[in-house]
């Protein structure tokens, strides 16, 4: 998924406001202007519209990470340089402090059934034999469930169906 796109669901999701994105970003060290993050938001097709870096929203994360459960003792965890979709996934888990069952509930809500083993591959380390790379897929339907959950008075855009 597009750092863009992930940057703009959860702050839908969670109904943040510019001042509030500004300020989770803060959190976690890395200063941002009301500027930058309303390029970010704009719709792809805009021609306004920037790239978020990996490195912008790992910060980000991080400081959702720190507004939802404090920050930690000792130095804060510097942001990826790379992210991918099970590094995304993992630090949503920990920001909402969320267990196996609670994630599985969501993306049930999403209309996608999982096992327990299923979803434990996607955060295990790269190098263990059961690891798994979680797809655009998962991480879109996970992202879809969490605002269902969190929104329930808008309900997401109906699936388009062939007739």
Known sequence: MKNNDILRRIRFTFNFSDSKMIALFALAGHPVTRTQISEWLK???????KNCSDIQLAAF???????????REG???KPEQRLNNNITFRKLKIALNLQDEDILKILQL????MSKHELSAFFRKPDHKNYR?????ILRNFLQGLQIQYRPDIQPEAEFKWK
Do not use: M, T, Y
């Open 61 to 71: 994360l991080n400081g959702l990470i720190n507004d939802k459960r404090g920050e």
């Open 133 to 137: 790379s979680c797809k655009d897929q």
């Open 75 to 77: 130095p804060q965890p």
């Open 43 to 49: 719709k792809d097709d805009d021609p306004a519209c």
């Open 110 to 113: 999403a209309a996608l059934p």
